[in-house]
């Protein structure tokens, strides 16, 4: 399969392939791979274009938005992103830093809502 520009390597492909769970659906077997699908969903939060604009080389563009939607609330992706950053903590390659910044900003006396000098917010008694 010809590889766009940011779409999985050969390589990348074969370390995600098996992560998620594969489940035995009834029927005809899919038009799209699971590939082309996921490339689509990469390529659709790269891009930050609606989901109907999802190039048709990634299947249509409510399968890709289907198969992005069943992970999300199935908790896939979660689980998926856990598995990869475990691994790659095993190995040594994650660097946990931790930053805390307790910075205070304050807001000047005015942005707070204070009263200006010379302006009384008071009625004057009708003469």
Do not use: N
């Amino acid at each position: 399969m010809a590889v766009a520009g940011g779409d999985l390597s050969d390589a990348q492909w074969s370390r995600l392939e098996p992560l998620p769970a594969r489940g035995k659906k009834p029927g005809r077997p899919p038009i799209w791979t699971r590939r082309q699908l996921i490339d689509g969903i990469r390529w659709r939060t790269r891009t930050g274009t609606p989901w109907r604009d999802v190039p048709e080389r990634y299947g249509l563009w409510d399968r890709v938005y289907d198969l992005f939607r069943r992970w999300q609330r199935s908790g896939t992706w979660k689980g998926i992103l856990e598995q990869l950053q475990t691994e790659a903590d095993a190995k040594g390659l994650i660097t946990w830093d931790v930053s805390v910044d307790s910075t205070v900003c304050r807001a000047h006396q005015h942005a707070a809502g204070a009263r200006k000098k010379g302006i009384s917010r008071k009625r004057l008694p009708a003469a």
